[in-house]
C-alpha cells in the first residue's frame, strides 16, 4: 500500500487532467444504473400494465444513456493516454536526471542493460497502475457500489444472495495476488538480464565476429531468453487455474440468483420486473469483477517496476556534486598524501601513495598494467573518492570542492575516446557549449583532425554514428584531443592520449599536446608516449604503491624498475632525454 501511495502522488502532479478523468469516471458509472432501470419500468410498467405510449421515450432514455456513457468513456480515454504520456515523460526524465547524479561506482554494478531496461520499460509499466490500475480499479469500486445500492433498493434479500459468491472470489484473488507478486518479480528481473545480454552483445558485435564465437553468443541468449519464457509461463500457469475458478463461482451466482428470484416472484414477494432488472444488473455488478484478472496483472507488475524504478531514485546521490568550495583561481598544486582506494576488498588499486605535482609540471605515470594509474586519474576527477589519506589541490582537500567546479577545469582525454551518436559539432561543443566554428577549427587544427573532417561527409555537422562509429580509433583519438584543447583547462589529465596514433600522426600530436600542456599542470599514462621522457616526474607504479619516482635521466641513471621496463620493451627510449 505504501508503494501504491507512492505512486498516486506521482498522479497527482497533474491535478486537472487527474480530476477531469476522475470526474468523467463518476459520470460514467452512474449512468450504468439506466439499463436495469429501463428494463424494470418496460417489465413492470408497459407490459404489465399495458402502456405501449411509454415505449418510445423508455427506449429514447436508454439510448440517450448508453451513447452519453461510450462519449464520456471515448473522452476520458483520450484524457487518460495524455495524462499516462505526460506522466511517463517526467517520470523518466527525473530518472534520467537522477542517474547523472549518482556516483560512478554505482554504475559499476549495474549492467547499461538494466538500467535501460527500467528507463524504457519500467515507467511506462509503473505508470499504467496509475492509469489503468487505480483509474479503473476507482471506477469498478464505484460501478459496485452503485449496482449493489440500486440492488438493495429494490430487494436486499435477492441482493445478498447475489453477492453470496463475493467473499470466496475475494479470498482466491487476494491468495493470487500476494503469490504472483515474486513471481511477477522475478519475470521482470529475467527480462532485465535479457535485455543486458542484448546489450552487451550489440556492443561488442565486433569482437563476437572476429573470434567467430556466434555460435556461443547465441547460446547465450537463447539461455537468457528461455529463462524469460520459463518465469513467465510460471504467472500464466497460475493464472490458467485462479481466474476460470473465479469465473465459476461468479457465473454459478447467476443460477442462484434467477433461482431464488423465480421462487420469491411466484409467491409474490418481489415483482417479475425485479428479477429481470437484476439479471441486467448482475452483467454491470460482476464486471469490476471481470476486471480483476487484467487489474490484478497490472498491479502486480506495476508494482514490481516501480519498486526498480524507485530503487534507483532513492540511491544516494554524489556528494559535494554542486556544493562545495569554488576558489576564484586554480594554479594546480597537486598533492597525494598516503593515498589508499580499493575497487573491491580483495582488489586493491591503490596502497599508501604519496606524491605532489607542482604548478605546471607534468608527471607521467608508468607502469605495468593494473598498476593503479587510471585509478589515480580517477581519484583526481572524484570520479571515485579515497578509502584513506587526502588529496589536496591548491592546499585544499579535494573533497571540499566542488565536483562540478572541479570537472569544469579539467581536461580529460581517455584511452576510450567516446563520441556520442550526433553531429560532430555537438560532441567538441561538450568542452565549451559557446564555442564558434572558429574555434572548433582551431581546435581541430592544434588535434591535425581538420583535414579528415573537411573530407568528411557533412563536415563539423557529419553524424559521429554510434559511440563514433563513422571514425577509426586514431581519428576519434584526435578528436577527443581538440575536444580537450578547446576547453584549454589549468589541469590536464592524458589517459593514453596517443594510443591509437600511428608514429608520423603521433609526432604531429605530440606538438599540439606540448603547446596544450605548457603553463598547466599535466598527468600522463602512457605505454609508447615519448612525453614520458620530456616530463618533469616520472612516477613508477608497481601493484598500487609508488616505488620511483625522478625525471628520466634519473630514473634510468638508478636502474631501477623504470630502467627494466625500458629494457623490456617500453615504449621509451632508455637513452637519456635530450
Partial sequence: MRMIARILRHTFRFPLLSGVSLVMAVACTALVLVLPGVTMRFVDVIIAQNRPDLILSTAALGIGAIFARQLLFTLRGHVNQLLEQKL?????????????????????????????????????????VMIEGVDQ??????????????????????????????????????????????????????????????????????????????????????????????KHRSVMRGQSVVWPAVSFIAESGIILMVACGAYWALNGKISPGTVISFLVAWGFLFDPISRINPLSKTFTRGIV????????????????LTEGLRPDQLHGH?????????????????????????????????????????????????????????????????????????????????????????????????AKHDATDDELWAA?????????????????DAPAGERGAAFSGGEKQRLSIARALL??????LLDEATSALDNRTE??????????????????????????????????????????????????????????????GFAIDPRPAA
Fill in 137 to 230: 480499479a476507482l471506477a469498478a469500486l464505484l460501478q459496485f457500489l452503485i449496482i449493489a445500492g440500486f440492488m438493495c433498493w429494490h430487494s436486499w434479500q435477492l441482493t445478498l444472495v447475489t453477492l453470496a459468491p463475493l467473499p470466496f472470489i475475494g479470498l482466491l484473488t487476494a491468495w493470487w495476488s500476494r503469490r504472483s507478486e515474486p513471481l511477477w518479480r522475478a519475470s521482470s528481473e529475467a527480462s532485465s538480464a535479457l535485455n543486458a545480454v542484448l546489450h552487451d552483445q550489440l556492443a561488442g558485435i565486433r569482437q563476437i565476429k572476429a573470434y567467430t564465437v556466434e555460435p556461443e553468443a547465441l547460446a547465450t541468449f537463447d539461455k537468457a531468453s528461455r529463462k524469460v519464457g520459463e
Fill in 444 to 460: 581541430l587544427e592544434a588535434a591535425h583532425a581538420a583535414e579528415f573532417v573537411r573530407a568528411h561527409a557533412g563536415g563539423l
Fill in 334 to 430: 597537486v598533492r597525494f598524501e598516503n593515498i589508499s582506494f580499493d575497487y573491491t576488498q580483495d582488489a586493491p588499486a591503490i596502497r599508501d601513495l604519496s606524491f605532489e605535482a607542482k604548478p605546471g609540471e607534468t608527471v607521467a605515470l608508468v607502469g605495468a598494467t593494473g598498476a593503479g594509474k587510471s585509478t589515480v586519474l580517477n581519484l583526481l576527477t572524484r570520479f571515485y573518492e579515497p578509502d584513506r589519506g587526502r588529496i589536496l589541490l591548491d592546499g585544499t582537500p579535494l573533497a571540499e570542492i566542488s565536483k562540478e567546479w572541479l570537472r569544469d577545469r579539467l581536461g580529460y582525454v581517455t584511452q576510450e575516446n567516446f563520441l556520442f551518436n550526433t553531429t560532430l559539432r555537438e560532441n567538441l561543443r561538450l
Fill in 507 to 568: 609526432r604531429l600530436v605530440q606538438q599540439a599536446l606540448a603547446n596544450l600542456r605548457a603553463d598547466r599542470t599535466c598527468f600522463v599514462i602512457a605505454h609508447r608516449l615519448s612525453t614520458v621522457r620530456q616530463a618533469d616526474r616520472i612516477c613508477v607504479l608497481e601493484r598500487g604503491r609508488l616505488v620511483e619516482q625522478g625525471t628520466h635521466d634519473e630514473l634510468i641513471a638508478r636502474g631501477g624498475s623504470y630502467a627494466k621496463l625500458c629494457e623490456a
Fill in 305 to 320: 517496476a516501480a519498486r526498480r524504478v524507485f530503487a534507483i531514485l532513492d540511491a544516494p546521490e554524489e556528494s559535494h
Fill in 487 to 492: 576547453r584549454n583547462p589549468p589541469l590536464l
Fill in 88 to 128: 511517463t515523460h517526467l517520470v523518466r526524465v527525473e530518472l534520467y536526471d537522477k542517474l547523472q547524479r549518482l556516483p560512478v561506482k554505482w554504475f559499476d554494478s549495474n549492467s547499461s542493460g538494466e538500467i535501460m531496461s527500467r528507463v524504457a520499460d519500467d515507467v511506462p509499466t509503473m505508470d499504467r
